[in-house]
């Protein structure tokens, strides 16, 4: 079974500076898709990063980054010039597929904290 | 442009009642999914429906029902609703095969006593 593991719960940073987050999946596939979703005080899910398994480049989205290691299955987020508005829980995920289509798998979370 | 709607936002039951989470997507999307989402827990999907008509069961599907009454709307059931269902519900689609991006509604908070 897939399994997707975010071993930190909680960090905190402190605004320009630059925070990564870890993410660790088990899965037997060769292609398939991951992703980190970022979920304010608000409670809504917003998509901040998509990699696809086989592409080697690593995917960025501004000051959001990734660094995709496929052989240690291991999926980090970067965050540079972190700002106030990046205090959230961001959520690992891993996209599954079966005969009866696609959903995703996420991890438990890291609380991410910016001060000023 | 909505995107994905949930009705209620909020809810309490009392154990042993019935109620219908509904949600609603305007982006022509295939996939419709039902998670829940509780303290210290990531999302766990509870049913997803690849297409209209056809719905299969995720991680955590016991006490739930699902209807896909159109390509547009995705209905989650409790049909005895129990403590252990307080959680937050969330909706979400996606247009797989062709993206794999998965669209999030704004979730429904129920509180089962």
């Known amino acids: 079974a897939q399994t997707v593991t975010q071993s930190q719960p909680e960090m905190s940073v402190q605004e320009a500076e630059t925070v990564t987050l870890s993410c660790t999946y088990d899965?037997?596939?060769?292609?398939?898709?991951l992703f980190w979703y970022k979920q304010p005080p608000s409670r809504q899910m917003i998509l901040v990063i998509r990699q696809e398994a086989y592409k080697q480049q690593n995917a960025t989205e501004n000051r959001f980054s990734v660094n995709f290691q496929k052989a240690a299955k291991s999926f980090s987020l970067k965050i540079s010039d972190s700002q106030l508005g990046d205090t959230a829980m961001y959520f690992c995920a891993f996209m599954k597929h079966s005969q009866a289509g696609t959903a995703l798998i996420f991890g438990k979370g890291t609380t991410l904290s910016v001060s000023s | 442009n909505a995107g994905v709607t949930q009705t209620p936002k909020f809810q309490v039951l009392k154990t042993g009642q019935s109620m219908t989470l509904q949600c609603a997507q305007d982006?022509?999307?295939?996939?419709m999914y039902w998670y829940r989402q509780d303290p210290g827990m990531g999302l766990r999907l509870i049913y997803y429906?690849?297409?209209?008509?056809?719905?299969d069961k995720g991680e955590v599907p016991n006490g739930y029902n699902v209807s896909r009454l159109n390509k547009r709307e995705f209905s989650l059931r409790l049909e005895s609703a129990a403590p252990s269902q307080t959680s937050v519900y969330f909706c979400a689609s996606s247009d797989h095969p062709f993206t794999y991006e998965q669209y999030f509604g704004p979730g429904t908070r129920l509180t089962v006593t």
């Open positions: 429906s690849a297409s209209e008509g056809t719905t």
């Open positions: 899965t037997s596939e060769n292609n398939y898709y």
């Open positions: 982006m022509n999307h295939n996939s």
